[in-house]
């Protein structure tokens, strides 16, 4: 239904090609291939031409011939011609294809361009000397003289050229190369790695002072559970003298129940967690906050992480009747999701969906950005664009599926009364369309919008997925990503550069195609789940990862930083059934992680934690574990900013207020000032890594912001209770509190100074503020 | 591979320049590959210096005409044949099928078998250029000889949340840095007293594409928009809480300050930028109000913009707010017209009469009066000021009562100041105002443009994300050279 303006753009013109391909581009691409893509137009307009090359008949220099091939001919052919003529190609030119013995004897559109020993009869030639219309290569200066008179030889020699059967992907010189990339190698076991000196945990060399323990237990308390260490657990752990009191501390953090809360953070920020659709409407997903409790629940257990994913791609294949598989497949509904009236395009939609479910598969689980190959090849990786369809084909069935829990006599009171209500809208939907005048439509219409909010909330859901074979989408290579241009049909298969070649298509009758996928993405010889996962971990203890991209283990990606200790993590964490606390507990009882200052650096808390020391601080945390999301009180001109301000119903039990952060509402049309302020994740797209950036609206929310004030008044109080008038141990308090630590001397003085005149809470507040506070060393 | 002057043809010209020779075109697209190289050194170089501080004021990548953007946003989507883009065509075929000839549309809500609208609108040609505008915008039109008209605006969206995120963003999903956010990232801060990208949403009520597609997405946080809300107190967290005051606070800073300093590694440029934002804060907390306060404004003024009188006054402040902000170094302001629900916005499904008459009274007089009082101050050169929607509206009916759908073929916005040649109209769309048939700019040509006259080149202005170096642009867009 594209109309004909965009269908068919003008020949040569770059307007035309942009705003073409635009219409194809509903999903983010890189500048850098985009510039590429669209230098390609004038490619494809130049090259129209055809070169044609004649095999020759196989005589006695022929081993001299196919080396001279070899060494002069195909890295020349690779280099120049490919691009348009061979299967890397967009669209072959021409209808020339370069890149074995076959097609170059088919030829083009153009007919014959090497005449076997006869070069200067041979197009090819002239294409290359530019001497004729043809000039090649279209978009760069002429070849060398050298290359040309290579070319001049070879023809005279007779074309000799020993590729003789199509190439597959893996023959690609992409592919070749690209499976030497580390990322693709096999992990190398364990047993062939010496145990990384880094993970020894006691100090090796003169770097690695081993750092005091008040300051090392603030670290690991915060990395490993994301709150603050009481004054009493402080004090414990330095009055220890025994050799193992860290290791006491740290498994005693890895068996709270807040260390499954502190964990899953980093994995909702990869999946893009959130519990609204997005877009105008910014549905609210009944029920996506037990998604949030599986995680956690997960992590706490120490559930093997190669049952984590399965669970969360295939729950529902696997087990449709356990909750805990259902809840896990809710996965797969945490994208944004555009819905809007009028004249839906069904099939753009559902393309949109499978878009972006296939996208996060590649940055949250393989650490790779296959979503570029949507409309092309990959640029910049060995990702093919069959391979991005193949990949997507895994979820062609997937459908929501919304699991109520409630007894049918509680679903038909609920239908009822739900009816009742979309009964009336409809009647004042009548009258409004029969009104005849602005006011009164808007009246209406307001209305309508009011008796919408009153509709009875959603019952107890799983918002999960199941297959739906019927629907299935039928799956094809869409040229340029538009979901009308369907090419060749595909069936779900996993990425060419990371199997063998004799890995067949799943067939078209299998009825749990996610749980192949999950099957291929957590087995053992698969080189990236474990790899990127482990990688993760070390960025949650030591600020940056191993591989500084944490969502990128491709070519463009960083390298690791330390190969060998990368892969012994990965290698020990799938020999130990994937379980992932005996790695946290490794990388912190590490000489490398116990060092002073904190390697590499200072890291400043995320906007949870600090929202959570604050409560934990001044005795308000409410420890509560999972269940529905809490909304809280914010700005009502924020509010009032959403298309239904009713969306933000703050939770009547105002303890709940005091939560940690994970439970709070991950809504995509309305992030809490203090979390957009301190970089917390905009909801859209995975987000490998926090960024901790410093700005003037972050000083403000943290000195007049109302929570920050708020919760300093409470700080005070609690000061008070704690320690009635004496400022001494007022101030010797808040310092361990709020620091961890006794104030100095000099600290001392200056508190006292400043609370003569000035009340507790304004001290309280500038606690808060501090960068001590505000960073873990 | 290429030379180094390929290279710097890159870097010296437009990127798109329609006068080239196919030979320059190939070479300089083949050697955009090291171009890019260069530019993402030049990225890092950035990023080093902005490490300490990343709001320090930049140099512009390349020249620049303009320091400050003003985006006056007619949201829903303004009509363009009721406003800069008069068809006599379409009032001659008024109730008829439209002709096959003029080809196909995909809308929201329209349907094949609807008839087109005429305009009830009539159009005179104003100022020395003899620019035709509607008469729903008389003060406007009173300023064309400074505008340039774009008539030939297009977007890949017929959908409100999409085309608004593209129209910002360049994307039409969300999640993608809006252009505010760009060019603060690219450019920095001017004024230490006041946020640098600031939005001022219509208190009517929220859009489609909620907070999102103002965000900075894929940026750091320091270079999202702040929200200015109604009222006069309208920077969130700048005002201290009710039983503190600013003599205490100032000595809470001091306090701070003081026990930050003892335990200060000198050496770590983190805690020193984090010192220094506590600065400015409190210097914006006792700056901002004063600039914000309107009461000090003369008369006059507040008559130019219908500050004090109905239906202009929320627009009219609004718009002098963002002249005050430019004259106080902010980079880009959002004013916004149109919020709630569709007919509060200029999203006119139903009466397109009833509502455009209704929102071009509300912004005609402020939107003018901001225009002149720019000039008159001198701002008005080194301010771009772009009007327009997320789209235009259809030359179909939707309803009996004469309304029109959403449309992305062809639509008109317009751009004045910052070193924009006004006075002329640029691209067209066909007789009836169906698509953009001549000169078609796309809203990543607009962006393109507005980089352009900033300083900033879309190549160069990249931020990595996943692996990926990201743009504003997309695709390439090119620069409206008729305007520039």
Not at chain 1, 564 to 570: K, Q, S, T, Y
Not at chain 1, 756 to 764: A, K, N, T, V
Request: with cysteine; aromatic share 8%; hydrophobic share 35%.
């Amino acid at each position: 239904m594209l109309n004909r303006f965009f269908h068919r753009p003008p020949r040569c013109s770059f307007q035309g090609l942009t705003m073409f391909a635009s219409r194809s581009a509903i999903y983010p691409c890189s500048g850098e291939c985009q510039l590429r893509r669209s230098i390609k137009w004038p490619v494809t307009t130049f090259v129209m031409l055809t070169v044609l090359l004649v095999a020759s008949i196989a005589d006695a220099q022929e081993s001299k011939g196919v080396r001279f091939f070899r060494e002069k001919i195909e890295p020349v052919l690779k280099a120049q011609c490919y691009s348009c003529h061979s299967r890397q190609a967009d669209e072959v030119q021409g209808g020339l294809r370069l890149d074995f013995k076959a097609a170059v004897l088919r030829g083009g559109d153009r007919g014959p361009a090497v005449v076997a020993g006869k070069s200067g009869e041979s197009l090819l030639i002239q294409a290359i000397r530019h001497e004729g219309d043809l000039v090649m290569p279209p978009k760069k200066p002429t070849l060398s003289d050298k290359i040309i008179a290579d070319f001049v030889k070879w023809v005279e020699m007779g074309a000799p050229d020993p590729r003789d059967r199509e190439p597959t992907d893996a023959d690609d010189s992409k592919f070749e190369e690209a499976r030497k990339h580390w990322a693709f190698q096999p992990i190398r076991r364990m047993g062939t790695l010496a145990r990384p000196a880094v993970l020894n945990d006691e100090g090796t060399g003169k770097s690695a002072h081993p750092t005091d323990k008040g300051t090392l237990i603030r670290r690991v308390t915060f990395d490993l559970i994301g709150l603050p260490p009481t004054p009493e657990a402080i004090e414990a752990f330095v009055d220890d003298e025994s050799a193992d009191a860290y290791e006491k501390v740290v498994d005693r953090l890895l068996d709270s129940r807040h260390f499954g809360e502190k964990a899953a953070q980093q994995w909702l920020d990869v999946v893009r967690f959130a519990e609204t659709e997005g877009y105008e409407y910014d549905r609210h997903i009944p029920g996506a906050w037990r998604y949030r409790d599986y995680v956690i629940d997960s992590f706490n257990k120490d559930k093997p992480f190669d049952q984590f994913l399965t669970e969360q791609l295939a729950g529902d294949e696997i087990e449709p009747e356990n909750r805990e598989c259902l809840t896990a497949s809710i996965f797969h509904r945490l994208g944004p999701v555009r819905r809007n009236a009028g004249n839906t395009d069904i099939a753009l939609s559902r393309n949109e969906v499978l878009t972006e479910r296939t996208d996060i598969l590649g940055s949250a689980i393989m650490g790779l950005t296959v979503g570029c190959a949507r409309c092309h090849n990959h640029k910049l990786e060995p990702i093919t664009q069959k391979d991005y369809y193949r990949l997507q084909a895994y979820l062609a069935a997937t459908e929501e599926h919304n699991l109520v829990l409630a007894t049918p006599d509680e679903q038909a009171a609920w239908e009822a009364e739900t009816k009742t209500g979309k009964d009336e809208i409809a009647r004042v939907q009548k009258q409004a369309q029969a009104a005849n005048n602005a006011a009164e439509k808007d009246r209406l219409a307001r209305l309508i919008e009011d008796l919408e909010e009153k509709l009875p909330a959603p019952l107890p859901t799983i918002p999960s997925t199941h297959n739906d074979f019927a629907k299935r989408t039928a799956m094809h290579v869409l040229k340029r990503g538009v979901w009308e241009n369907k090419g060749e049909p595909v069936q779900p298969r996993p990425l060419s550069v990371l199997v063998t070649e004799d890995v067949a298509e799943l067939s078209p009758g299998e009825t749990q195609p996610r749980s192949q996928l999950a099957k291929w993405l957590t087995s053992a010889d698969h080189p990236l789940t474990a790899r990127v996962i482990v990688n993760r971990i070390w960025q949650q203890h030591f600020g940056v990862g191993l591989v500084k991209t944490a969502n990128d283990f491709g070519l463009k990606g960083e390298k690791p930083s330390d190969p060998e200790l990368l892969d012994w993590l990965a290698a020990s964490l799938i020999d130990n059934g994937w379980r992932l606390k005996p790695l946290h507990r490794l990388m912190v009882l590490s000489a490398a992680y116990k060092r002073e200052p904190r390697p590499p650096k200072s890291r400043r808390l995320s906007a949870e934690e600090i929202r959570d020391a604050m409560l934990a601080v001044s005795g308000r945390l409410n420890r509560k574990s999972g269940g529905p999301s809490v909304i809280v009180p914010v700005d009502p001109e924020l509010v009032g900013l959403l298309y239904k301000p009713s969306q933000w119903a703050i939770t009547a039990d105002v303890s709940e207020h005091d939560r940690r952060s994970i439970y709070l509402i991950a809504k995509r049309n309305l992030r809490l000032p203090f979390f957009e302020n301190l970089d917390a994740p905009a909801l859209q797209t995975s987000c490998a890594r926090r960024e901790s950036s410093t700005h003037p609206p972050q000083a403000l929310e943290l000195l007049n912001g109302s929570l920050a004030n708020d919760l300093a008044q409470a700080f005070a109080k609690r000061l008070e209770r704690e320690c009635g008038r004496d400022q001494d141990k007022t101030i010797d308090r808040a310092f361990r509190l709020a620091l961890g630590r006794a104030p100095t001397a000099n600290e001392l003085q200056r508190s006292s100074e400043f609370l003569r005149e000035q009340p507790l809470s304004e001290f309280s507040l500038a606690l808060f503020n501090l960068n001590e506070f505000l960073y873990v060393r | 591979m290429c030379d180094d002057t390929a290279v710097g043809q890159i870097f010296n010209l437009p990127h798109e320049k329609p006068t080239r020779t196919r030979r320059e075109f190939v070479r300089e697209a083949y050697c955009g590959f090291s171009g890019l190289a260069l530019a993402s050194l030049l990225h890092d170089e950035q990023l080093l210096a902005a490490s300490s501080n990343p709001l320090a004021a930049k140099h512009p990548q390349v020249e620049a005409k303009a320091k400050s953007v003003i985006f006056l946003f007619m949201a829903g989507g303004p009509s363009h044949v009721e406003t800069f883009d008069p068809k006599p065509l379409l009032n001659k075929l008024n109730g008829q099928k439209r002709p096959e000839e003029f080809g196909e549309a995909k809308y929201q809500f329209v349907h094949t078998d609807a008839r087109l609208l005429g305009t009830k609108r009539t159009f005179r040609k104003h100022g020395e250029s003899g620019i035709e505008v509607s008469d729903l915008f008389p003060h406007t039109a009173r300023c064309i000889d400074d505008i340039a008209v774009l008539r030939s605006c297009h977007g890949d969206s017929v959908v409100h949340s999409a085309a608004q995120y593209e129209l910002f963003s360049g994307r039409v999903v969300p999640g993608f840095p809006s252009m505010g956010s760009w060019l603060l990232y690219g450019l920095g801060a001017e004024s230490k007293s006041l946020p640098s990208y600031v939005v001022m949403p219509d208190p009517k009520g929220a859009l489609e594409a909620g907070q999102p597609m103002y965000a900075h997405g894929i940026l750091p946080a320091v270079y999202q928009p702040t929200m200015f809300r109604p009222g006069d107190r309208p920077v969130l967290n700048l005002d201290l809480p009710k039983q503190v005051t600013p003599q205490q606070r100032r000595r809470t800073l001091q306090f701070l300050r003081s026990l930050n300093e003892s335990s200060l590694d000198p050496a770590d440029e983190e805690f020193s930028a984090r010192i220094n934002a506590y600065d400015v804060a409190f210097r914006m907390q006792t700056e901002a109000p004063e600039v914000l306060d309107l009461s000090r404004e003369p008369q006059e003024t507040l008559d130019l913009y219908g500050i004090g009188s109905e239906p202009t006054n929320d627009y009219g402040r609004r718009c002098l707010f963002a002249r005050k902000l430019v004259e106080n170094g902010v980079r880009f302001t959002c004013v916004v017209s149109g919020g709630g629900p569709g007919n509060m916005q200029w999203d006119a499904h139903g009466d397109i009469e009833e509502n455009h008459l209704r929102k071009a009274a509300e912004t005609d007089r402020p939107v003018a009066g901001l225009l002149k009082d720019l000039k008159r101050r001198g701002l008005l050169d080194s301010t771009l000021v772009l009007w327009g929607g997320e789209f235009g509206r259809s030359p179909d009916a939707q309803s009996a009562t004469g309304g029109r759908d959403h449309h992305n073929l062809g639509f008109s916005m317009w751009m004045a100041g910052g070193g924009i040649r006004g006075g002329q109209v640029v691209g067209a769309t066909d007789a009836i105002g169906l698509k953009a048939i001549e000169k078609p700019y796309h809203f990543r040509d607009i962006h393109t443009t507005i980089l352009h006259q900033l300083g900033l080149d879309q190549h160069q202005l990249t931020y990595p994300h996943l692996g990926r170096n990201e743009r504003l642009t997309f695709l390439e867009g090119r620069v409206i050279e008729e305007i520039v």
